[in-house]
């Protein structure tokens, strides 16, 4: 059977017990396995045999049938909160592109898609596994809006969104790219998203803005190095 990439073990307790047990040591045979989940042998193998065809444990069998975590099965099980045998929850990690023209307008970006429908804000996107800051930035300049640009990074913020009920929505990692000399041609409109260049009096005027993007401007024009932690409050219907 083919291994699967997108393969998540969280939704089964006896799997994400054998992860656990894995995890604290250097390899472990079937019966201790086994015995991790409190299930009958069949079952207990069901699920191992699920944790090798998605490439999460290796079986050895030249070390009298040990079984050890792959590279995946580390990765994955290192974000493993142990007490409670449970995958743990993230920030999430991505850039800001900060994209300025010739006029000295901002690229700015509404979004068309939930949550957040309608908020204005420089364009975002995710850093992906493997990426350099400055490699992702030029990936969803290029997606989003169909530009390039000369980027260099400029700083990080730490935003966490609360809704006005005190409810966390969102915690992100926030890698600021700054790019200038933009050029190509600028995709208008997409799935999820509208671009277009805006002066700050014009992104003044937007009824629904990112709590952080006029703080982002301010950065960009003190061209200073810097490290920000905030929170910000949206209306609960927003997300």
């Known amino acids: 059977m083919a291994k699967s990439n997108n393969y998540d073990a969280s939704g089964h307790t006896a799997q994400m017990a054998m992860l656990r047990e894995l995890l604290l040591a250097d390899g472990l045979n079937f019966s201790a396995l086994s015995k991790s989940t409190g299930l009958t042998s069949d079952h207990a193998n069901f699920h191992l045999k699920q944790l090798t065809q998605n490439g999460f444990i290796e079986h050895i069998p030249k070390e009298y049938g040990i079984y050890r975590l792959t590279r995946k099965g580390k990765e994955y099980a290192n974000r493993m909160d142990t007490d409670e045998n449970v995958i743990e929850k993230q920030p999430k990690i991505s850039v800001v592109l900060v994209i300025v023209n010739e006029k000295g307008e901002h690229l700015q970006q509404e979004r068309l898609k939930q949550p957040y429908y309608g908020y204005w804000g420089h364009p975002t996107g995710k850093i992906r596994w493997g990426e350099t800051m400055i490699e992702a930035g030029a990936r969803e300049l290029m997606e989003e809006t169909g530009l390039r640009a000369d980027l260099a990074p400029l700083g990080f913020y730490h935003k966490l969104d609360y809704d006005d009920e005190g409810g966390l929505l969102e915690d992100k990692y926030l890698c600021l790219i700054y790019g ?10 997409s799935d999820g998203q509208r671009n277009e260049w805006l002066s700050d009096e014009e992104f003044e005027k937007k009824e629904k803005k990112f709590g952080n993007a006029e703080e982002t401007t301010q950065y960009i024009r003190e061209q200073k190095p810097f490290l ?4 910000y409050i949206y209306p609960a219907e927003s997300y």
């Not at 200038?180 to 409109?189: D, K």
């Open 180 to 189: 200038t000399n933009p050029q190509g041609e600028l995709i208008e409109r």
């Open 228 to 231: 920000r932690e905030k929170k």
